[in-house]
């Protein structure tokens, strides 16, 4: 499947800082799956004013997640990757890529689902022996859940296909090319309220998904270094935007013009697949299962402990608060 990494958003809000009268800085972001809700998060705030508030102009490219998210920020094409697969920070920090992670992004997967024909054989992952199963890109959030979920399924030899974002799933889906697809709402729901297609398997079907870190924030360690100060601000608007998501009705309207949907099913999706938990940005949770899942996936070297990988975090927002 073709990868390609488009720059679908700028936004030059303001050359003044009103708060500072200083020249207004510009972080470069890389996000994938555009039209999600967690991913439309930061472009949500933008529309909001809270990043001109602190003085940042922020330019948005959107990747089909997994590698062109972390090659993104590793390459330093951008300052920082949201959203982006925890196991593929860990994969590339160990391997020495300048990164670091600022924060989680999110915990748990209620907003990931396979699914598969309406009309064909398979109702569970226990039925995918053999089969071919979507996910967005090795690396992903996608991919670690996916592994998990085969893994207590008990299924060892479903053929595993990278398809980058979920819209991509559909199409191979409904012609037979793959058998299982994977989702992100918004992409798959009118098959499935159509009867077309049935949810097989959900993120938090695993209770060991649900309380672990699955996405993160990431940055280029030049930014943090060159760039402290901006990053700070950034994560104070984040953390106002992603309150402003679940608290104002305006919010909502914003995602549905981003993501191009109707109003009812923008708050569909917010309310039905997220919860400000799931938005939580105070901590890394089920760091060792990770580990052991990118150990299993060969993406490091050996067994490691959260005590090897310690240097990969610095929450600019907790360090900021010293």
């Known amino acids: 499947m073709k990868q ?25 972001l890389a996000i994938p799956q555009r039209g999600a809700w967690d991913t439309s998060i930061t472009e949500i705030g933008v529309k909001a004013g809270f990043f001109k508030e602190v003085g940042l102009d922020i330019e948005l ?45 999110a915990t748990g997967a209620s907003d990931i689902f396979w699914y ?3 009309d064909g054989p398979i109702k569970s992952l226990k039925d995918t022996h053999g089969k071919s199963i979507a996910f967005s890109n ?20 479903a053929k595993l296909v990278p398809v980058g974002a979920a819209p991509n799933a559909i199409p191979l889906v409904m012609t037979g090319q793959v058998d299982v697809g994977w989702s992100t709402p918004p992409a798959a729901l009118k098959e499935l309220d159509d009867k077309q297609v049935v949810i ?49 009705p305006k919010a909502l309207q914003a995602y549905a013009e981003i993501a191009n ?14 919860s400000p938990e799931f938005h939580q940005l105070d901590g890394i949770k089920g760091e060792q299962r990770v580990l052991d899942e990118a150990l299993a996936a060969k993406r490091i070297p050996k067994a490691m402990t959260p005590d090897d990988i310690k240097g990969l975090y610095d929450f600019v927002l907790k360090t900021a608060a010293k």
Do not use: W
């Not at 390609?4 to 470069?28: D, M």
């Not at 090795?138 to 030899?157: C, F, H, M, R, Y």
């Not at 949907?261 to 997220?274: E, H, Y």
């Open 116 to 118: 598969a024909k309406a």
């Open 4 to 28: 390609i990494i488009a720059v679908v958003l700028a936004t030059a809000l303001a050359a003044t800082a009103a708060q500072t009268g200083a020249q207004a800085e510009t972080l470069k």
């Open 138 to 157: 090795p690396g992903s959030s996608s991919n670690l859940i996916l592994l998990t979920l085969l893994k207590q399924a008990e299924v060892s030899d």
């Open 200 to 248: 097989i398997a959900r993120g938090n079907d695993s209770p060991e998904i649900r309380n672990e870190t699955v996405r993160v924030i990431a940055v280029n360690l030049a930014t943090l270094q060159k760039n402290r100060d901006a990053l700070v601000r950034f994560m104070q608007a984040y953390r106002k935007s992603v309150d402003y998501a679940y608290s104002d």
């Open 61 to 105: 490219t959107y990747t089909e997640g997994g590698a062109a998210n972390e090659q993104a920020v590793i390459s330093g094409s951008v300052d920082m990757a949201m959203a982006t697969g925890f196991l593929g920070m860990i994969s590339a920090y160990v391997k020495g890529a300048p990164i670091r992670v600022i924060a989680p992004e």
């Open 261 to 274: 949907i109707p109003l009812p099913v923008a708050t569909r999706i917010a309310k039905d697949f997220f």
